[in-house]
């Protein structure tokens, strides 16, 4: 199957690019690949040598975004243009963040109307997908400029505990900053497949991964079986983190500075001792004293002292271990690996204590603040079918579905879906005593199919006379392990059955493929509501119809006043199908459907309820 990408930036297509594994991160992000030459994953660093990128987002008085370093020092002077941790509001809505929201310095949208949070900057809405995706193509941008080349393609990661919602979030932001995300991997995975766990196919291996972040903590049980990655157990604190460790020694300072006669309710003074004491408690990851000058006074720090401070926090870490262990019903001993994962664990405290905790060695020879990027872009390589040794699924290159009433796309098997794959779903039809179905199948990314490529259409003849919408037409997509496609039909009240054979890719190159993917990212927005309004006016026109042939067939039913209402909505139904005004059109069919309900009720003929559900096809 093809494997194609697209420079979003240029409109261009390149077939030579790079895939790489991007750690979306709550403080931090970074891009990382595996190196051809020595096959050895690497984070990209810039010149000044830094891989890490700030997960911050500051907006000028013009919309414009900065990303990174010049967005972080923006946090001071401009803290409600300035968004951080937005990672920590994807797939959430207003309700999940109520308890949060004093977290946030900048304005969290409050929209009952919208379930999603947005983050509000002068008039302007962000959505976290945006504002993910903005990091994401700051990201792409410097690895192209590393790498120089096109960098289309991606592998990022995101918490265990993240949900299906999150999950899609993280995958539309990857979409929108131009890049083809070829999996979403869990963090503790990529940990893992960093330190070569799970390489090997005939190992079995349950290991813990410890990771300290910025602001947050997790705990990841994982057993490892045959190159399958299962999560045991999750558990953590989403408030606990480098951050705290932080203010401890903020705390700590503040009375001294206070002792001695300093007032430190100026903002400006409390930022100083916060970056500083970040800056001190880094020195004493690798030395036994720091210190600092503040308001003219010396700050000192030793490290027991510091250790003094910070235990209570590094113990709430290790009861979410014991938790973590309990859940997944294992005891210490049957812990076969411990990784370090997350900049904290740099702290000598938090790695002795998580040692004796485990009473095991702790993988810690990687950069912990890397290592999850290290494992995504080895994923990424596994994917690109440079390791061989591993076991690579194909995928489609393209979604593969049928046509449905108004001319819609009904994707069945989506794109990037493993190969061989099988899908099946039910239709009926849109007319009374339709005998034949036209079953078109379509191959492409847009919604409807008058832009997607066709490759075959077949009928299904001699269906049984029934009323429309009774027939159960089930459709059946088998791709195989060639890329050979089987469509079925059968009419499972008759049992009447049609078959065909496609060879999906016959015919298509991979620069036609590659057009119809980026024709289908620039028209991604057009086609949503294109497809919502041709949707609500199929919608629509089938409730007409329906309600049209029930009222000659039981005019007995109803009474004079029922008809004229009945004949005003249908009238104004109408009038917003010629409008295109989808949203009068929802209304104005929910309306229609209440007036008719009762006497479809009344009459309680199946065909009709039948008739009001389900999707039709020609
Ligand atoms: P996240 O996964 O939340 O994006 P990271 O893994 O990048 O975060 O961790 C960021 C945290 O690591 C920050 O709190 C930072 O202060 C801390 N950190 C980075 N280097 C060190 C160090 N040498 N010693 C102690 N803490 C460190
Ligand atoms: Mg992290």
Redesign the pocket.
């Known amino acids: 199957m093809a494997k194609i990408g697209i420079n979003i930036a240029t409109g261009s297509i390149q077939k030579e690019d790079a895939i790489v594994g991007i750690d979306l ?5 970074l891009v990382a690949i595996v190196r051809e030459d020595s096959r050895q994953a690497i984070a990209l660093k810039e010149i000044d040598g830094m891989s ?1 990128v700030p ?1 911050v987002v500051f907006f000028d008085e013009q919309n414009q975004a900065q990303v990174g370093t010049a967005a972080l020092e923006k946090l001071l002077s401009h803290p409600e243009r300035t968004i951080y941790s937005a990672k920590r509001l994807m797939g959430k809505s207003y309700k999940d963040l109520s308890q949060d929201s004093h977290f946030f310095a900048y304005k969290i949208h409050d929209d009952a109307t919208d379930a999603l949070v947005k983050v509000q900057i002068d008039d302007q809405f962000y959505s976290p997908i945006e504002l993910s995706s903005l990091i994401l193509k700051e990201l792409k941008s410097r690895a192209e400029h590393v790498l120089k080349m096109p960098v289309n393609r991606a592998v990022i990661t995101v918490p265990a505990y993240f949900n299906d919602t999150q999950r899609q979030a993280t995958r539309d932001a990857g979409k929108l900053a131009g890049l083809d995300v070829l999996r979403i991997v869990n963090e503790p995975t990529a940990a893992s497949l960093a330190y070569g766990i799970g390489l090997d196919p005939n190992e079995e291996k349950t290991v813990a991964v410890y ?1 300290l ?4 903590f997790d705990v990841s049980i994982l057993k490892i079986n045959q190159g399958i990655f299962e999560v045991l157990a999750t558990n953590g604190d989403t408030y606990l ?3 705290d ?2 203010r401890a020694l903020v705390v700590y300072w503040k009375e001294q500075l206070e002792k001695a006669g300093i007032a430190c309710d100026h903002s400006s003074i409390l930022q100083q001792l916060r970056l500083s004491a ?1 800056q001190a ?2 020195e004493l ?1 690798s030395a036994s004293t720091a210190s600092t000058i503040i308001a003219g006074q010396t700050l000192n720090i030793d490290i027991e002292t510091f250790e003094g401070l910070i235990q209570p926090l590094i113990n709430r870490t290790l009861q979410s271990c014991q938790q973590a262990l309990q859940d997944a019903q294992l005891r210490i001993d049957q812990i076969d690996s411990v990784i370090m ?4 664990t ?2 000598p405290a938090v790695k002795n204590s998580v040692r004796d905790f485990f009473k095991n060695e702790v993988n810690d020879s990687l950069n ?2 890397e290592v999850v990027a290290l494992g995504a872009a080895i994923q990424a390589d596994i994917l690109a079918g440079n390791n061989t040794d591993m076991l690579l699924l194909d995928i489609t290159p393209l979604s593969l579905g049928i046509e449905t009433l108004g001319g819609l796309m009904d994707v069945l098997i989506p794109r990037n879906a493993k190969i061989p794959n099988k899908a099946g779903r039910q239709y009926t039809t849109s007319q009374d005593g339709q005998s034949n179905l036209l079953i078109n199948v379509y191959q492409g990314e847009r919604d409807q199919v008058a832009h997607n490529r066709k490759l075959a259409s077949f009928s299904l003849r001699n269906i049984p006379a029934m009323p429309a919408g009774l027939p159960k037409i089930d459709i059946q997509f088998l791709l195989d392990a060639d890329g050979i496609l089987k469509v079925s039909a059968t009419e499972l009240r008759s049992g009447l059955a049609q078959e065909i054979s496609i060879k999906a890719q016959y015919g298509l190159d991979d620069s036609m493929v590659e057009q119809m993917l980026l024709d289908s990212l620039t028209h991604a927005k057009d086609d949503m509501q294109m497809r919502a309004l041709i949707e609500a006016s199929t919608e629509a026109e089938q409730m007409i119809s329906t309600t049209e042939k029930f009222l000659s067939k039981y005019a007995e039913a109803i009474n004079k006043e029922e008809l004229e209402q009945t004949n005003i909505q249908i009238e104004q139904l109408k009038n917003r199908i010629a409008l295109k005004d989808k949203d009068g059109i929802q209304k104005n069919t929910e309306l229609l459907n209440e007036i008719t309900r009762p006497f479809a009720e009344r009459v309680m003929d199946i065909a009709l309820k039948d008739a009001m559900s389900g999707k039709k096809i020609l």
Not at 341 to 344: A, E, H, R
């Open positions: 991160g709550t403080t931090n992000s890490l997960s990771d972040g910025g602001g947050t983190g480098g951050d460790l932080d970040e408690k880094k990851s994962v997350g900049g904290s740099r702290v912990p603040d």
